[in-house]
C-alpha cells in the first residue's frame, strides 16, 4: 500500500511540524559508532569480522542462520568468506549467503574510513524498523527483537598504487540495518544525500586496462545443497544491474524517502524470494531475479521451488483433513490370497448414477493370474456397455459465472431422484429420466469449479474445465501454471523392530508442470525413520503422476481425478518382506488453488544405517483406467551404499489403486493404459534439518510410445526456456513457443503475475473485497457475510439462525450483524436475561432522572425512555427541535441528525455495515492521536477525508497556510503547493496520466 508522503517524511523529521519529503542526511543513519557499542572492522582490503553469534535464529530466505560476518567489501553473510578474489567482481547469484548494500573492491588501508558493526535490542533502533516496516508492508505484523546494523563510513575504493598515482579522495558511506524476529526478517539499506561518490571499482587483474564495474547491491541465497551429490544455485535479487542504477541509490528509494531501501529478506515459512517495498511511486527495483536451469543438467534445480515450503512448522497454514471412511480399502482376499491385492470392483456393483453422488463403494473383484486383476468394468465389457448406451448430446451448456473463489461449497447431502412405475421399463430395467428429477445444471452447477462450464446430458450434468484451464471440471488449475501441494503425513512407522510414530508431520511438494519435475519434501522427520523412508519414493509419485509432462495422446492424472481421491498402496519390500500401507487422500484445493493432501503410511520398513545413500533405478509403469478406479503394479529397483555394509541392492513390489468420482453422463472415452516414465528419482534425508525430499522427473504417453522425432521437441525433452508459469506448446519439427499460463502476462519465457484487483474491473460484488493471488484472485466477504454459490457475491449470514440469544430474548438480524433483545418481563443484554421483579432502573431511566432533579442547566437534552427503560431509538431535543437516532446505549448514531422542520430518520431501519477505515481516515486519526494523552499535537498537518473518506483534492495546513494537491493516495502533486496568500492551484483539473514505468 502506499504511503503519504507525509508519513514517509515522518522517518526523517520526528518532531517536524511541516512535513517535506527531502534527501536522507547523514545524522538521519542509525547510530553508529563506538559511543553504539559498535565493533570495528579491521584496516585492509580484504578483512571479514570476528564472527556475529545472534541472540536468536535469523532468516535469511528461509533459512535460519546463527551468525553473521561483516566484510570490507560491502556486504553482510552468513558464512565465513573465502578470499575476495573469488567473488568481488563477479555479480550475482554468489556461492554463500550475501546481503550486499555495496559490493565492490573496498579498501580501508590507510585510515581511509571505517566499518562498524553489532547486534542489539536497542528500542530506538527496533522502533525505527518496525516502522518502516509498517510503512512498506501495511499487512505485516512484525515487531523485530534484535537488529543487525553495519555501517561503512568514508570508505575509499581498491586503487594501485604500484603505478604512482595519486589516491582519489572520493569515499562513499552507507549503511545496512537487518531487523528481525522469530519469523521474518526485514533489510533497510541506507544511501544518504552526498554518501556515494564511487560508484564501481577496477578488477585487480586488470589495473592497467580502464574497466569498472559496478557495484551490485542486492541478496544472494547462494548455493543450495539438496542431495549429497548435488549442489545447485539458490534464488537471488539483484537491486542495480549498472552504473546508472548505482547511482541512483541515494536518489531514489522504494520507501517514497530518496536514500531508503526496504526489504523482506526472509520467512520461517513460506519465502521465494526478496520482496521489496513499493511507496511513493519511487520504486526502481527490478523484478526478482533466479537462476536459469540448465538445459541439459540431470540433476533437479531447486531454484522454482522454495525450501521454505518444505519446512513450515506451523499447523495453521496446512488446512486438516477428517477421513470419512467411505473411500475405497483394501479387502482381504479369501483362500490364502495376497491381503494387500487392490480390488477395483464388484461384478454387482452400480455406480453412482450422478454426479454428485457422495456414496462411495467398497468393490471386492477377483485376482487373476500374477496378481493381475480382472474387475467387472474391463474395458471390453466398458465397450461392449458404451455400445448399447447411445451416446447423447449436451442439451444445454450453462456458463457458471467466474469468480475468486477456489470452489463454491457443494450442495449439503445427495440429492434423492424419485422414479415412478410408469417411468421404470421392467423388461430392461432402464430407467427413464426426465427433466423433472434428474440432476441438472440449473440445479447443481455449483458443484463445478468456477472455471468450468456446466453441460447437461441425458442422464444427468458434467462439469468441463474452460479453455485454459485443465482438470476433472470440479476442479479447474490453469495451464503451465507450477502447483503446490501441502498436507500433513502421520502413522506408525516399525524400522527393524522400533516402531516409530509419524504425528501429523509437514508435507509440501512442488511440480514445475512444464518441465514435469516434482519436488516432494517431510519435515520433522525422526531418525532412523528419515534414513529407512528415502526408498518410498511412491509417497512423492503420486504428484509426479498427477502433474506430469504430457506426450501426445496421454493426460496427467489431475485431468482424471481433479483434487478429490483416494490412493492406496501396498510396497513389499525384498529381500525382508516388509509390508508398507500408504493411503493418500485428495481433499480438494486450498483458497490458494494448492492441491490438499492427506498421507498415512502404516506398517515395517528395512534398517538402513545412518548417512547412507539411495540409489533410485529409473523405471516405467503402466497405468490401468477403469470407471472411478486407477490400478497398477510394478516392481522397482533401488541401491544402498553405506560405509558399513557397502553396496546392496534390493527391491520392492508397488500395488497401487486410486479411486476418484466419475462423470459418465457424457460417454466420453477414457484410456484404457497410459505409461508413467520416471526418468530421474533423487532421494534424501537432511539429517541435520530432519527433511526428507524426493526429486522426481515424470512423463507419460501411451504405452510403448517409442523415440519418434516429435518427441525430441524440447517440450518432451524438458530443454526449453519457457518460464516456470508458462506451457510450452510443441510446433513443427524441433520449434515450440512459450504461452504463459493464465493470470499470467508476458512473453512466455518471462511471465509476472497480473493483478486482477488492480485491473480495476468489477470482480467482487457487495460486502466484499478482492485479494490477488498467484495467477488468480479470490473475493474476501466482509465479517457478518458469506460467499453466495456463485463465488462472487456476499450475503448476509443470518446469525439469528444457530440462536444466539437467551431463551427469553428476541433475535434481529441485521444486515452484517444481530442483536439480542430480553422480552417483555425480562431484562439484561440479550444473551442473558432475567425475569424482573421490581426491576431496577436502567440506564436510559437513570440519566433521564439524574438530568430531571436539576443542577445541569436550562437546554440540557433530556432522554425519552421506552416502557422498557430503554432507549428510544428517535430521540429529539425538546428546545431546539433537532433529533437524531441513538443506538441502545444512547449514542448517537452518526448521520441522523436532522434540522428542525425536517423529517427525521427511520431509526428501526437498520444501519450499513461500517465501512472499514480508509487510508486516509487510518492517516488522519493517526496524528491526531499521537500525544501521550491521546490529543492531537500542536501544530502537526493532519489530512481532510471526505463523507467517503478519500482524501480531498486540496489540503492545508492551518498553522501554516499552506496549500497543495494530492493525488487518490495522499502524495502530493509536485509543483502544486502555494504560499500563505498566493491563488491556489485548481485541484481538480487532472495531472498527466502516469505511465507504466511510474504504475
Known amino acids: 500500500m502506499d504511503g503519504g508522503s507525509v508519513l514517509a517524511a515522518a522517518l526523517l523529521y520526528w518532531s517536524c511540524g511541516v512535513c517535506v519529503v527531502s534527501a536522507l542526511h547523514r545524522t538521519d543513519l542509525v547510530s553508529y559508532g563506538a559511543l553504539s557499542g559498535d565493533l570495528i572492522l579491521a584496516e585492509g582490503d580484504d578483512e571479514t569480522s570476528r564472527v556475529l553469534t545472534l541472540p536468536r535464529p535469523l532468516y535469511f530466505y528461509d533459512t535460519p542462520f546463527h551468525q553473521l560476518y561483516v566484510a570490507t567489501n560491502g556486504i553482510i553473510s552468513a558464512q565465513d568468506l573465502p578470499m575476495e578474489k573469488q567473488y568481488v567482481d563477479d555479480g550475482f547469484p554468489t556461492d554463500f549467503p550475501v546481503v550486499a548494500p555495496f559490493l565492490a573492491d573496498i579498501d580501508t588501508s590507510g585510515g581511509r574510513g571505517h566499518i562498524y558493526y553489532r547486534v542489539t535490542e536497542t528500542p530506538s533502533v527496533l522502533n525505527r524498523v518496525a516502522q518502516e516496516v509498517r510503512r512498506g508492508f501495511p499487512d505485516a505484523k512484525f515487531a523485530p527483537t534484535h537488529a543487525v546494523v553495519a555501517t561503512w563510513e568514508n570508505v575509499a575504493a581498491?586503487?594501485?598504487?604500484?603505478?604512482?598515482?595519486?589516491?582519489?579522495?572520493?569515499?562513499?558511506?552507507?549503511?545496512?540495518?537487518?531487523?528481525?524476529?522469530?519469523t521474518d526478517s526485514y533489510t533497510l539499506f541506507l544511501y544518504p544525500e552526498d554518501g556515494l561518490n564511487f560508484f564501481g571499482t577496477q578488477p585487480k587483474e586488470l589495473y592497467n586496462v580502464k574497466i569498472e564495474l559496478p557495484a551490485r547491491v542486492g541478496f544472494s541465497r547462494g548455493e543450495v545443497t539438496f542431495f549429497i551429490f548435488s549442489r545447485s544455485e539458490g534464488p537471488f535479487y539483484s537491486v542495480t544491474t549498472d552504473e546508472k542504477s548505482v547511482k541512483r541509490l541515494s536518489q531514489v528509494g522504494n520507501t517514497g524517502i530518496p536514500g531508503v531501501w526496504l526489504f523482506h529478506t526472509g520467512n520461517r515459512h513460506s519465502f521465494e524470494n526478496i520482496i521489496p517495498a513499493a511507496i511513493g511511486g519511487l520504486l526502481s527495483t527490478l523484478p526478482p531475479e533466479g537462476h536459469a536451469l540448465s538445459p541439459d543438467t540431470t540433476t533437479p534445480e531447486y531454484g522454482d521451488y522454495p525450501d521454505n515450503t518444505f519446512e513450515s512448522e506451523s499447523p495453521e497454514e496446512v488446512d486438516g483433513y477428517t477421513a470419512t471412511g467411505k473411500d475405497l480399502e483394501f479387502q482381504p482376499v479369501p483362500d490364502g490370497g495376497d491381503s494387500g491385492s487392490l480390488q477395483p470392483g464388484s461384478p454387482g456393483s452400480t455406480p453412482p448414477s450422478s454426479e454428485d453422488s457422495d456414496h462411495q463403494v467398497t468393490y471386492n473383484g477377483e485376482e487373476g493370474e500374477e496378481g493381475q486383476y480382472v474387475p467387472p468394468n474391463h474395458p471390453e465389457r466398458r465397450a461392449q456397455q458404451l455400445q448399447e448406451q447411445k451416446p447423447q448430446l449436451p442439451l444445454e451448456v450453462v456458463e457458471v459465472n467466474p469468480s475468486p473463489e477456489n470452489e463454491p461449497p457443494l450442495s449439503p447431502g445427495g440429492y434423492v431422484v424419485s422414479v415412478d412405475e410408469e417411468d421404470v421399463d421392467f423388461d430392461t430395467g432402464v430407467i427413464q429420466y426426465t427433466t423433472e428429477n434428474k440432476e441438472t445444471c440449473a440445479r447443481f452447477q455449483q458443484q463445478c469449479s468456477q472455471n468450468a462450464i456446466c453441460s447437461d446430458y441425458?442422464?444427468?450434468?458434467?462439469?468441463?474445465?474452460?479453455?485454459?484451464?485443465?482438470?476433472?471440471?470440479?476442479?479447474?488449475?490453469?495451464?503451465?501454471?507450477?502447483?503446490?501441494?501441502?498436507?500433513?503425513?502421520?502413522?506408525?512407522?516399525?524400522?527393524?523392530?522400533?516402531?516409530?510414530?509419524?504425528?501429523?508431520?509437514?508435507?509440501?511438494?512442488?511440480?514445475?508442470?512444464?518441465?514435469?519435475?516434482?519436488?516432494?519434501?517431510?519435515?520433522q522427520v525422526p531418525e532412523p525413520v528419515g534414513w529407512a523412508l528415502m526408498p518410498v519414493s511412491p509417497v512423492g509419485e503420486l504428484f509426479g503422476w498427477l502433474f506430469a509432462l504430457e506426450l501426445p495422446n496421454s493426460q496427467a492424472g489431475f485431468k482424471t481425478t481433479g483434487a478429490e481421491f483416494t490412493r492406496h498402496a501396498e510396497v513389499l519390500f525384498n529381500p525382508g518382506n516388509q509390508r508398507l500401507s500408504i493411503i493418500q487422500t485428495g481433499s480438494g484445493l486450498d483458497e490458494h488453488n494448492h492441491l490438499r493432501v492427506e498421507t498415512i503410511v502404516s506398517g515395517h520398513v528395512p534398517l538402513l544405517p545412518p548417512g547412507a545413500e539411495v540409489t533410485v533405478q529409473p523405471f516405467k509403469e503402466t497405468y490401468q483406467y477403469y470407471p472411478s478406479v486407477i490400478t497398477s503394479s510394478s516392481v522397482r529397483e533401488f541401491v544402498v551404499v553405506s560405509a558399513e555394509r557397502g553396496s546392496q541392492s534390493y527391491t520392492f513390489h508397488l500395488k497401487q489403486n486410486i479411486t476418484y468420482r466419475d462423470c459418465r453422463h457424457d460417454n466420453r472415452a477414457t484410456p484404457e493404459t497410459l505409461q508413467i516414465t520416471m526418468e530421474r528419482v533423487f532421494v534424501m534425508y537432511v539429517k541435520e534439518e530432519r527433511i526428507l525430499r524426493y526429486a522426481i522427473t515424470n512423463k507419460i504417453s501411451p504405452v510403448g510410445a517409442g523415440s519418434d522425432d516429435e518427441l525430441l521437441n524440447p517440450c518432451y525433452v524438458g530443454n526449453h526456456d519457457c518460464d516456470t508459469t508458462a506451457q510450452c506448446i510443441p510446433l513443427e519439427g524441433q520449434a515450440f513457443k512459450c504461452q504463459c499460463a493464465t493470470g499470467y502476462t508476458g512473453d512466455g519465457h518471462n511471465c509476472y503475475d497480473i493483478d486482477e484487483c488492480a485491473e480495476g474491473s468489477d470482480l467482487c460484488g457487495d460486502h466484499s473485497q478482492c485479494l490477488n493471488l498467484p495467477g488468480s484472485h479470490r473475493c474476501q466477504c466482509w465479517e457478518g457475510f458469506e460467499m453466495a454459490f456463485d463465488g462472487r457475491n456476499c450475503v448476509d449470514i443470518d446469525e439469528c439462525s444457530s440462536s444466539p440469544c437467551h431463551i427469553n430474548a428476541r433475535?434481529?438480524?441485521?444486515?452484517?450483524?444481530?442483536?439480542c433483545h430480553c422480552q417483555p418481563?425480562?431484562?439484561?443484554?440479550?444473551?442473558?436475561?432475567?425475569?424482573?421483579?421490581?426491576?431496577?432502573?436502567?440506564?436510559?431511566?437513570?440519566?433521564?432522572?439524574?438530568?430531571?432533579?436539576?443542577?445541569?442547566?436550562?437546554?440540557?437534552?433530556?432522554?425519552?425512555c421506552d416502557s422498557d427503560g430503554r432507549y428510544r431509538s428517535l430521540q429529539c431535543h425538546g428546545s431546539n427541535g433537532y433529533c437524531w437516532c441513538v443506538d441502545d446505549r444512547g449514542q448517537e448514531r452518526p448521520g441522523t441528525r436532522t434540522s428542525p422542520g425536517t423529517t427525521p430518520k427511520d431509526c428501526d431501519k437498520p444501519d450499513d455495515p461500517q465501512r472499514p477505515k480508509t487510508h486516509c481516515e487510518h492517516h488522519r486519526d493517526s496524528v491526531q492521536t499521537t500525544s501521550p494523552d491521546g490529543r492531537p499535537l500542536l501544530g502537526a498537518y493532519a489530512p481532510q477525508c471526505d463523507e467517503h473518506g478519500h482524501y480531498k483534492p486540496q489540503q492545508c495546513l492551518g498553522s501554516t497556510g499552506y496549500c497543495w494537491c494530492v493525488d487518490s493516495r495522499g502524495q502530493e502533486r509536485p509543483g502544486t503547493r502555494t504560499a500563505p496568500g498566493t491563488p491556489h492551484v485548481d485541484c481538480d483539473k487532472p495531472d498527466r496520466p502516469k505511465t507504466h514505468c511510474e504504475r
Open 158 to 182: 581498491y586503487e594501485d598504487q604500484t603505478q604512482g598515482t595519486e589516491l582519489s579522495n572520493k569515499v562513499n558511506t552507507f549503511q545496512a540495518v537487518i531487523g528481525y524476529d522469530e
Open 458 to 523: 441425458a442422464t444427468g450434468f458434467c462439469c468441463h474445465c474452460r479453455p485454459g484451464f485443465y482438470g476433472n471440471g470440479r476442479q479447474c488449475l490453469p495451464d503451465g501454471a507450477p502447483q503446490r501441494v501441502s498436507g500433513k503425513v502421520s502413522g506408525t512407522v516399525t524400522v527393524g523392530s522400533f516402531p516409530i510414530v509419524l504425528d501429523n508431520i509437514d508435507l509440501h511438494a512442488y511440480i514445475v508442470v512444464g518441465d514435469g519435475r516434482a519436488y516432494t519434501a517431510i519435515s
Open 811 to 819: 433475535c434481529i438480524n441485521d444486515l452484517g450483524s444481530f442483536r
Open 825 to 864: 418481563g425480562f431484562h439484561g443484554d440479550g444473551f442473558y436475561c432475567a425475569l424482573q421483579e421490581g426491576r431496577p432502573k436502567s440506564q436510559c431511566e437513570q440519566h433521564r432522572d439524574s438530568l430531571q432533579s436539576g443542577g445541569h442547566g436550562d437546554g440540557a437534552h433530556i432522554p425519552q
